[in-house]
C-alpha cells in the first residue's frame, strides 16, 4: 500500500491546486458504531499521515472524512479501506 501511495503521490499530489478528501470506512457487521467511528477515523489517519510525514503533501491539500460502519461495498473486508478522493 505504501509503494502505491508513493507512485500515485509523486504523479498526483503534486499539483499543489488540486485538493484530496481520505474517506476511511469500517464494516458495519462487527463491531459498535463507536468502535466502528474510531476505526475509520484511525484509518483515514494513518493515510493522512503518511502522505504529509513521507510523501510530503501539503496538509492543506487533505481533508479527513470518517464514514463509520458501512456496508457501502459487497464484501465485509472491502469495507474496511481508507480511500482517498480528489475533489
Known amino acids: 500500500p505504501l509503494l502505491r501511495l508513493r507512485s500515485y503521490g509523486r504523479e498526483t499530489f503534486c499539483r499543489t491546486d488540486k ?3 481520505i ?3 469500517a464494516d458495519s457487521a462487527t463491531g459498535s458504531a463507536k468502535r466502528n467511528q474510531y476505526l475509520s477515523q484511525q484509518r483515514a489517519e494513518a ?3 503518511v502522505l ?5 503533501v ?3 491539500q487533505l ?4 464514514k463509520g460502519g458501512t456496508n457501502e461495498f459487497p464484501e465485509i473486508p472491502l469495507n474496511r479501506v481508507a480511500i482517498v478522493d480528489a475533489d
Open 47 to 49: 493515510v493522512y499521515k
Open 58 to 60: 501539503k496538509a492543506s
Open 52 to 56: 504529509v510525514d513521507r510523501l510530503g
Open 23 to 25: 474517506v476511511g470506512y
Open 19 to 21: 485538493k484530496f478528501k
Open 63 to 66: 481533508e479527513i472524512v470518517a
